[in-house]
């Protein structure tokens, strides 16, 4: 079962000539965590679309918009309502994850198949192929 993305409107996720486009490897995953919990039943597509433009309609409706718009974040964000709505984990369990995946050293999420021979921390929670 694939989710049926949005071409246009609030709910379409960005697009490069057809082409979803990622920033950050992290919106690439959380993408991805959204369409598989659709696919393995979690929850139905429209239940998740009501919930990223929703989001979407709270940030343009927020009298100050400290942030700038990010897509993703929002997608994020619904889809965390959509598996705390479902009792499927907690608001407090994805708290804590989010933070403790924030305290994360910056350069965590680079591939793993690119040339090591450079120095940069490695202080990681996994063992790298070298």
């Known amino acids: ?7 246009e409107g ?5 697009r490069s000539n057809g082409e979803l486009v990622f920033a950050e490897p992290w919106e690439s995953r959380a993408f991805g965590m959204a369409v598989s919990l659709h696919g393995a039943g979690a929850f139905t597509w429209p239940e998740f679309r009501d919930a990223l433009i929703a989001r979407i309609k709270a940030w343009e ?3 100050v918009q400290d942030e700038p718009y990010d897509y993703y974040r929002l997608w994020l964000a619904a889809l965390e309502d959509v598996v705390t709505g479902l009792c499927a984990v907690s608001t407090n369990e994805v708290t804590t994850r989010a933070q403790a995946l924030a305290q994360r050293p910056p350069g ?3 591939r793993d198949d690119h040339d090591h021979n450079h120095d940069h921390n490695h202080d990681h929670d996994h063992d790298h192929p070298h």
């Open 1 to 7: 079962m694939t989710a049926p993305l949005d071409i």
């Open 10 to 14: 609030p709910a379409a996720p960005p």
């Open 61 to 63: 409706e927020s009298a």
């Open 108 to 110: 965590h999420d680079h």
